[in-house]
């Protein structure tokens, strides 16, 4: 069983930035990749940014590529995603998710345990 936590969401305006956390208890961090996902409103929960365990390869969706990074604190059970020149489009609830086993990064299905998510905000 793994467990996670989200923190970081907000009401930001274009172009602004923020840091989302993302805890993770119950198992060793370093046993699993961890992935960040995005569901807006009346659409599916999409692919955003994922890292294997070293924090040695990292993957981004296109749509964001160039404006968020992901990173790892292994010695904190920590994952963070830095978002910059935030979109209204980007605007959505964030969900981390542990990945303890193979199959695609950029796939829901290969995440095993979810965050409750928190809520991003980006007006115009």
């Known amino acids: 069983q793994v467990r996670m936590v989200e923190s970081g969401g907000g009401l930001v305006q274009a172009g602004d930035s923020l840091r989302l956390s993302c805890s993770a208890s119950?198992?060793?961090?370093?046993?699993?990749?961890m992935g960040w996902f995005r569901q807006a409103p009346g659409k599916e929960r999409e692919f955003v940014a994922a890292?294997?365990?070293?924090?040695?390869?990292?993957y981004y969706a296109d749509s964001v590529k160039g404006r968020f990074t992901i990173s790892r604190d292994n010695a904190e059970n920590t994952v963070h995603l830095q978002m910059n020149s935030l979109k209204p489009e980007d605007t959505a609830v964030y969900y981390c998710?542990?990945?303890?086993?193979?199959?695609?990064?950029?796939?829901?299905?290969?995440?095993?345990?979810w965050g409750q998510g928190t809520q991003v905000t980006v007006s115009s």
């Open positions: 890292i294997c365990w070293s924090g040695g390869s990292v």
């Open positions: 998710a542990a990945r303890l086993y193979s199959g695609s990064y950029y796939s829901r299905e290969s995440y095993d345990y």
């Open positions: 119950g198992r060793t961090f370093t046993s699993y990749s």
